[in-house]
């Protein structure tokens, strides 16, 4: 399998279960990653923005890492981030620390190479030396990541990652089709693959070019996201109607995400607590973010039916 196939279709980004203590639930850990798979994903992301990694200790961020891989036992590829350091010198022991792990690929954050007054040559600079200081064993990869800025990849960068032959995933947050098909354009040909993290442009990102899913309602119903990235072309129709409930569902993110996403999880039995670390979670159920969540995922169960799932 070419690292272009192996990055088609659905990465979640992977949450963190912690139990009453607010340390990381392994046990809890083990069925979500089981969930996803048997949900038929593509792939892995662990680490990242919606695994609370910036509120975790490089430690854990390390073992958490290692735990994903050992879980997911070859059956999907992993990749990771953990890319939280401010400093370049750190931020390179963070990520060749990740590399060990035996991840596909190490993702690094867009807004972590300049600050918002930077121009771009200053990232992609910061960008280079990062990528030379990483073994070319493991591939890399780029995630706009909205915190603690969004600082979104110029078509100029997206070219220098596809021609260097080392980038294998963009995880882009643009939510705008014209970029996502620009940056599809500047990808084709190439190992690297746009992974859009919208799902209100995520069909129309397929007809574009776009590898597939990379969403936090991936933590929701990543069934029927594997089945709009399969069959969109096979069946237009239901593609269609499937795309409008996906993109409607996908506002419940509004809701004190990742706590709404933790509620679910503890609804399906996979996760004990909705404890977050980045976010006080006493919000989401006195202004009864709850119903509103769980009755836009029960309508999906219209739409299996629909699919034939």
């Not at 006080?280 to 009755?295: I, L």
């Amino acid at each position: 399998m070419t690292a272009r196939d192996k990055y088609h279709g659905v990465w979640p980004v992977m949450l963190t279960p912690f139990d009453d203590r607010n340390e990381i639930d392994w046990s809890s850990l083990g069925k979500l990653i089981d969930w996803y798979i048997k949900s038929g994903v593509s792939g892995l992301f662990a680490a990242c923005q919606s695994s609370e990694m910036f509120f975790l200790s490089d430690a854990e961020t390390l073992k958490l890492v290692r735990f994903v891989v050992d879980r997911a036992d070859g059956r999907v590829p992993v990749v990771a981030s953990g890319h939280t350091a401010a400093v370049l010198s750190q931020q390179i022991d963070q990520l060749a620390a990740v590399a060990e792990t035996g991840v596909d690929s190490v993702i690094f954050i867009s807004n972590r190479f300049a600050s918002p007054s930077e121009a771009d040559p200053v990232m992609q600079e910061r960008l280079a030396i990062l990528s030379d200081a990483l073994p070319r064993s493991v591939g890399l990869g780029v995630y706009e990541c909205p915190y603690p800025y969004k600082r979104l990849l110029s078509d100029e960068t997206v070219r220098w990652c596809a021609e260097s032959g080392r980038f294998t995933f963009v995880k882009d947050t643009c939510c705008n089709i014209e970029r996502i098909r620009r940056r599809a354009e500047i990808a084709n040909g190439s190992r690297l693959n746009i992974a859009n993290a919208n799902a209100q442009t995520l069909l129309d990102s397929l007809r574009a070019g776009a590898a597939g899913y990379s969403g936090v309602m991936a933590n929701f119903h990543p069934d029927l996201y594997v089945w709009l990235c399969d069959n969109w072309q096979s069946e237009p129709e239901k593609a269609e109607k499937l795309s409008l409930y996906l993109s409607t569902a996908a506002l419940v993110e509004s809701l004190d995400y990742p706590v709404c996403a933790k509620d679910y999880q503890v609804a399906i039995g996979n996760f004990a607590t909705t404890n977050c670390r980045a976010r006080e979670t006493g919000g989401y159920f006195r202004d009864h973010f709850r119903s509103n969540m769980r009755q836009a995922m029960k309508l999906g169960d219209e739409y299996r039916r629909m699919i034939g799932l």
